[in-house]
């Protein structure tokens, strides 16, 4: 336990008097001395990041455009790459309003926190105090009286008495003592950091901010990229109901060709059952749309810190074109994705704390001096007689406690490796990601092209099936097989560039988007109540 350090102010303190003499001041620097040389040590492990398998390159990488230091993905706002002023526009709402990374920073300025209390230790600390007391006890006593009497008495009869009697009579007394204390004092205390053990609680708490940072720049990201995903999605929706209001106005249009030509007994009443049925179909389709478009708008309004209630996007084409994403090498992600820093960071406190808990196994040194003015009368407070002083330097090791240590540091070597096997499958994770999404790019790519082929000839075919039928060549129920392969096919086009497009943001999310690991976030003041 620290001693406390006092040091009175010098304007009322006489230094000749609280100066030690040469000899004590000599051992006491050669002490100092020898304690800073010793602080000079740290014990418990120096971290070394370990090693993670992340192979020499990407196995999907075949056909892919690879990084270079000139085509780099945008530091910081990534998601410009799409050119879209809306989703340019919804962007920064993110990092202005959602609530999540409002969490994720206040976590952050917590551990900022912590990092400068722990820094605290590493200086002395100083005390004033000023008291002025008054006490008192009080002692009872009494004293006693006593009266004696004598009496004889005398009758007729055969008998003669005599009676002595004794009265005593207690009277109370009471005084007290008063007394009256006044003092002040300063007081310091610094505990030399022989083993490192505060050393090591600074660097774990160092790298707690810096894993603080990355958690949320990986919060960031994951809003950011959930954020355009949802986005794309919602234009994909745009298209499909365009598609389809298009649709309903041929299908309309078919309707009325089978009522003209049913009142001319042209047709049969089939074909008109078959129309209105195919139309009603199509009404269908593009009400189901309504929905799913508004629970995509609902959750872009949450990511941007707004009530869905007060939030809306007007529907537009979707004019976006597919960017190259370029991709770099594996062992880039570990200095990419902030996730994969988190985790690391992590795991270099978890080291550090090792030391923290191994120098609990040496004792502690603390410096310690007082001094100030102690007297029981106001007037003669601040007086030479009434001063007093003290300095000297404390040791303190627990002798024995039952192996409480020793399970410390087995506690926090254990967290350790728990810290490399959570970053090693961080770092596995983060590979499998950039694996999947670009193995999901090149087949979306291929299959698209296949899709284009055959949309192109499904537009083919209804254009010359509805000559046909036009022309009384064919019936209306071999129409209406060409118009829904033909929609189908529109639709699958549309979905499949929806996928590509939501699948690229997907990979820029797990080749660490825009984020630098060397800017550090900024921190933000705290809101008023």
């Known amino acids: 336990m620290k001693q406390p350090l006092t040091v009175a102010p010098r304007s009322v303190v006489n230094a000749r008097v609280l100066r030690p003499s040469r000899p004590a001041a000599l051992n006491l620097l050669a002490g100092l001395t020898l304690a800073a040389l010793i602080a000079g040590c740290a014990v418990g492990p120096d971290y070394h990041r370990p ?3 992340t192979g020499i390159e990407f196995k999907e990488t075949e056909g892919w455009k690879a990084a270079q230091p000139s085509d780099d993905i945008t530091r910081g706002a990534w998601w410009e790459i799409y050119n879209d002023p809306v989703l340019n526009r919804l962007m920064p709402q993110v990092e202005a309003a959602n609530q999540t990374l409002a969490q994720s920073e206040a976590q952050y300025r917590q551990a900022l926190a912590v990092l400068r209390g722990t820094r605290a230790a590493e200086l002395p600390t100083l005390n004033g105090n000023v008291s002025a007391t008054r006490s008192g006890n009080g002692v009872s006593s009494g004293t006693t009286t006593t009266t004696t009497g004598t009496g004889v008495g005398t009758g007729t009869g055969t008998g003669t008495g005599t009676g002595t009697g004794t009265t005593i009579i207690n009277t109370p007394s009471s005084s007290s003592s008063i007394r009256n204390q006044f003092s002040t004092s300063l007081s310091a205390s610094w505990e030399i950091d022989l083993w490192g053990r505060i050393r090591r609680g600074v660097e774990a708490d160092s790298a707690s901010v810096q894993a603080s940072a990355a958690n949320l720049a990986a919060a960031r990201l994951s809003a950011q990229s959930t954020l355009a995903r949802n986005y794309f999605q919602l234009r994909v929706m745009d298209e499909q109901k365009r598609l389809l209001e298009a649709t309903i106005k041929v299908y309309e249009r078919s309707l009325r060709l089978n009522e003209n030509r049913y009142d001319v007994g042209v047709s049969a009443r089939a074909d008109i059952v078959q ?18 478009r508004a629970q995509l708008e609902h959750a ?19 004019n976006t074109a597919l960017p190259d994403v370029p991709v770099g090498l594996p062992s880039e992600l570990l200095e990419r994705r902030p ?7 992590t795991m270099q406190a978890a080291n550090a704390r090792i030391g923290v808990a191994k120098a609990a196994y040496f004792p502690t040194l603390t410096l310690s001096a007082s001094g100030g003015y102690r007297n029981s009368t106001f007037a003669d407070w601040l007086t030479a007689p009434a001063r007093f002083w003290s300095l000297g330097p404390a040791l303190a090791a627990p002798l024995f406690d039952g192996g409480l240590r020793r399970a410390q540091v087995s506690q926090n070597e254990a967290a350790y490796d728990a810290q490399v096997a959570a970053y090693r499958q961080t770092v596995l994770t983060a590979l499998g990601e950039v694996e999947d999404n670009l193995v999901q790019l090149r087949v979306l790519a291929s299959e698209q092209v296949v899709q284009q082929r055959a949309l192109d000839a499904a537009r083919e075919s209804l254009r010359l099936t509805t000559n046909q039928f036009e022309a009384g060549i064919i019936d209306f129920l071999s129409l209406v ?27 820029i999310a797990a080749i660490g988007g825009g984020w630098d690991q060397d800017l550090a976030p900024p921190v933000k003041p705290r809101p008023q109540d």
Not at 275 to 292: F, K, N, P, S, V
Not at 300 to 318: D, K, V
């Open 51 to 53: 090693t993670a398998p």
């Open 275 to 292: 129309a209105r049925a195919q139309l009603e179909g199509a009404r269908a389709q593009a009400i189901d749309l309504d929905w799913q």
């Open 300 to 318: 872009i309004a949450i990511l941007t810190g707004q009530p869905p209630s007060n939030f809306a996007i007007a529907p537009a084409p979707l």
């Open 339 to 345: 996730d994969i820093a988190a985790a690391e960071r």
């Open 481 to 507: 097989t060409v118009q829904t392969t033909a929609l189908n096919n529109e639709r699958t086009n549309l979905t499949l560039l929806g996928n590509r497009l939501t699948a690229s943001v997907a990979l």
